[in-house]
């Protein structure tokens, strides 16, 4: 069975859910998509019943801390674990690298440092980078940003399935080979658009359900997946994000809770 596990789907500056990651799971393959912005990574892989001996490969969109902090706790976890068979397979931007390396350096002791040499293996990526990830084939893309150097990618699952995960920032036209008539997106929703005064999303370089639910219409998508938001309406976005994204899209709209798993198929 093909799923994700949403871990957190909360944007940088929420307390009562967890910084937006997610597990990307086949019968064979656990590929964690970000960790969030510090060590609540490893509760939440906790509460998801996810070891951490089951995670070989670790995929950073980008360097905000609250996508990136908690990839130095995973890779600590990786490398003093005595049960960890194997390598971690770490995913992301040149920057990215620059500051995983930086903070495992000046946090990490000898000893760690030493297994984490022997443990991880970092590939840099270039825009178009295919991999093959366990048993599912990623293609990576950069999505363009004018604020962070930030990459997305496009995953074909083992049933030919196939998820494209936007980042969480909006979508940029030059990507649309990678996300158009994909059975899944996952796409950034920072608010819903009749909140747009309060919570100002164009001016912070981000988007909309009601955006969303465009987008996923126009590029022919069939599934929509809503993360990244805001946290002060969280008792009624399940209902309103759903119902705003729905004014423009016909296909499923989902907007997961924190540890709330989906199936994803055809």
């Known amino acids: 069975m093909n799923k994700i ?7 940088a500056l929420v307390s009562h859910i967890y910084n937006t990651c997610f597990v990307l799971e086949t019968d ?21 019943n996810i070891p951490i001996t089951n995670i ?8 905000h801390s609250d996508h990136i902090l908690g990839v130095v706790w995973v890779i600590r976890m ?18 990215v690298m620059r500051v995983i390396h930086t903070i495992n350096n000046m946090v990490l002791a000898k000893k760690q440092l030493k297994k984490v040499d022997e443990r991880v293996i970092y590939h840099e990526l270039e825009d178009g980078d295919r991999y093959e990830v366990g048993d599912m084939q990623l293609t990576f893309f950069d999505i363009h940003s004018t604020k962070e150097k930030q990459f997305g ?12 995960c936007l980042g969480d920032e909006p979508y940029n036209e030059a990507n649309r080979q990678y996300i158009e008539n994909a059975d899944w997106m996952i796409c950034e929703a920072f608010c819903l658009y ?17 955006d969303a639910g465009k987008l ?19 008792a009624t976005r399940k209902e309103n994000y759903t119902r705003e994204a729905a004014e423009h899209f016909k296909g499923k709209v989902i907007v997961p809770e924190d540890l709330e798993s989906i199936e994803i198929s055809q």
């Open 194 to 210: 009749a909140d747009r005064d309060v919570f100002k999303p164009y001016e912070k370089n981000h988007s909309t359900a009601l």
């Open 56 to 63: 070989h490969h670790l995929f950073v969109t980008h360097a």
């Open 78 to 95: 990786v490398a003093q674990c005595k049960e960890y068979v194997g390598q971690l397979h770490v995913y992301g931007n040149d920057k």
């Open 28 to 48: 064979k393959t656990q590929l964690l998509v970000d960790a969030g912005g510090g060590n609540g990574i490893l509760a939440q892989l906790r509460k998801a």
């Open 153 to 164: 990618f496009r995953a074909e699952m083992p049933n030919g399935t196939t998820l494209a």
């Open 216 to 234: 996923a219409e126009e590029l022919g998508v069939k599934n929509l997946v809503l993360y990244h938001t805001e946290e002060k309406t969280i």
């Open 5 to 11: 596990t949403m871990l957190g789907t909360g944007n």
